[in-house]
């Protein structure tokens, strides 16, 4: 299980990195984190491109960290 202090971590730097986005850009790209028990998945997030695409935002993984108790450790996946 992800110690609560590392998930909220993550959480918090997504947060400032869309905060951190300029003004303009906010609209066109966000960044979330998806968590799991032991990993978490950063997420680039994009509006709809096309309409037959639907409304939803398009959520590209970029980066995977797992979380190894026994030895308090993460490792970076992809």
Not at 24 to 46: G, H, K, M, N, W
Request: charged residues 30%.
């Amino acid at each position: 299980m992800l110690p609560e202090l590392h998930r909220q971590r993550i959480l918090r730097w997504a947060h400032l990195r869309n905060k951190a986005l300029p003004e303009r850009a906010r609209d066109q790209i966000r960044y979330e984190v998806d968590l799991t028990a032991v990993s978490a998945t950063i997420l680039d997030c994009r509006p709809p491109w096309r309409p037959d695409f639907g409304p939803d935002w398009t959520r590209f993984p970029v980066a995977r960290l797992r979380y190894t108790k026994t030895q308090n450790k993460w490792s970076l996946y992809w």
